[in-house]
């Protein structure tokens, strides 16, 4: 007899379809997790390169936390005991806090900027370096700062971008030809009943050297006196073409305001 071929009625499933089914299964799930991996990489790019990373202003309150406590080799000091005597010359500290901008920790003594700045495709951001290679004096008599002298080392300058830094030996401070950034008192500062021990506000008039300019400035600061340590944050508004300063170029930068902020903290320790 010859075979009669059996057909497969026309409304019954080819029996390959679940193995077709489960490959655009697997498919919806290799694209989400695609997807997945792009939102998760985009937040990453965001907080990484979007983000605005400057540390916060330098402040008084924050400062002093660094000297909360005494060193441990050190015996308590009376800091905020009227009675002592701040008479002598005090010198720059930079045993205290750390130094570290891969964990924003800027907890020890340094000197800075901050600019804002324009990046293509990225927008507005605040561009900041700090150096902790910081130098120099003060001489108190009495409740008067007769005299001051802070230098600081430019070339040891640190942001969140190495490019940024590097860019700086070569171009607006020109820190190759320019390294250090220099501060002399000119007039007296008068603590009065400041010495003691809470924080006081004064301005501090002298010559501020950067670039190899030097111009007459006044620089509003914060000082404090906590555990035998001398605490003084301030800050001043620098225009960049008082002291001969270009603004720095690069692809990526669209715009930077012709002005940016110099700012300090410092630590002083009895000589």
Do not use: C
């Not at 909360?68 to 050190?74: C, G, I, N, V």
């Amino acid at each position: 007899m010859t075979d009669i071929p059996t057909r497969t009625p026309s409304g019954a499933r080819n029996q390959s379809t679940p193995k077709f089914a489960g490959s655009r299964g697997i498919v919806r799930i290799v694209v989400a997790a695609i997807v997945a991996a792009v939102l998760v990489g985009g937040a990453g790019i965001w907080y990484f390169v979007f983000r605005d990373t400057a540390p916060e202003k330098a402040n008084i309150r924050s400062a002093t936390k660094s000297v909360d406590k005494p060193a441990k080799d050190t015996p308590t000091d009376t800091s905020t005991d009227t009675s002592t005597s701040l008479d002598g010359t005090w010198v720059v500290d930079t045993s205290i806090g750390s130094f570290d901008v891969d964990a924003e920790d800027y907890s020890s003594a340094w000197l800075g900027y901050r600019v804002q700045e324009e990046l293509a495709g990225i927008g507005a951001k605040t561009a900041f370096g700090r150096t902790p290679e910081v130098s120099g004096t003060m001489t108190i008599v009495g409740t008067t700062l007769t005299a001051v002298e802070i230098e600081g080392d430019l070339t040891a300058l640190q942001s969140d971008e190495s490019r940024r830094d590097g860019s700086l030996s070569r171009q607006s401070i020109e820190t190759s030809q320019f390294p250090t950034a220099k501060f002399v008192l000119t007039e007296p500062i008068d603590f009065g009943d400041g010495a003691g021990g809470q924080t006081v506000s004064v301005d501090a008039v002298g010559e501020l050297t950067i670039h190899g300019v030097t111009n007459a400035v006044t620089i509003a600061l914060e000082a404090s006196l906590k555990n035998g340590t001398i605490v003084v944050t301030g800050s001043i508004d620098i225009v960049f073409a008082d002291y001969d300063i270009e603004k720095p170029t690069s692809v990526i930068v669209i715009s930077v305001e012709d002005h940016g902020v110099m700012e300090l903290q410092l630590f002083f320790s009895r000589q």
